[in-house]
């Protein structure tokens, strides 16, 4: 039984919008990031990092730029696929508050692909998906401790 997936079998496809208070980036995101990219975890396609300031000015921020709010992701500097347009940041930058840095993300679920080539090969097709936010799983999670 092979692990490997066929080549043309990818694992699911997300994008996130990460906002943080401006004087609140410590850098401990960027390393969570670069632990699901180095553990083959999720494939990185893209990241922005975008700045909203006080006045709604948007920027997108370089990646290379030291000491800059986007420093921390200076190890995906490059991480650019074409999936993201001018359109993309637009959209993204009006769901920000003012004086906040967001990390915009475009990134495969690795992980998935060798049992999306499975199911494949066996006549299985995605019918549903659905995304649950996490914040939905806790309540109901911290609902069921408390009836307990």
């Not at 990219?37 to 730029?65: F, N, P, Q």
């Amino acid at each position: 039984m092979s692990l490997t997936p066929d080549a043309d079998v990818h694992g699911p496809v997300d994008f996130v919008l990460l906002e943080f208070p401006r004087d609140r980036l410590t850098g401990e995101a960027a390393d969570a990031l670069m632990d699901l990219v180095e553990a083959g975890t999720i494939r990185l396609y893209d990241l922005l990092v975008i700045s909203k300031d006080v006045d709604g000015e948007i920027e997108v921020l370089e990646l290379t730029d030291p000491g800059g709010p986007a420093a921390a992701f200076s190890y995906f500097a490059g991480a650019r696929s074409g999936l993201l347009g001018d359109e993309d940041i637009q959209e993204a930058s009006s769901a920000l508050e003012p004086d906040t840095v967001a990390a915009l993300l475009v990134y495969e679920n690795a992980w998935a692909a060798p049992f999306v080539a499975a199911a494949r090969r066996n006549g299985g097709e995605l019918v549903a998906s659905a995304r649950i936010p996490a914040t939905d799983i806790m309540s109901a999670v911290e609902a069921l401790e408390t009836a307990s």
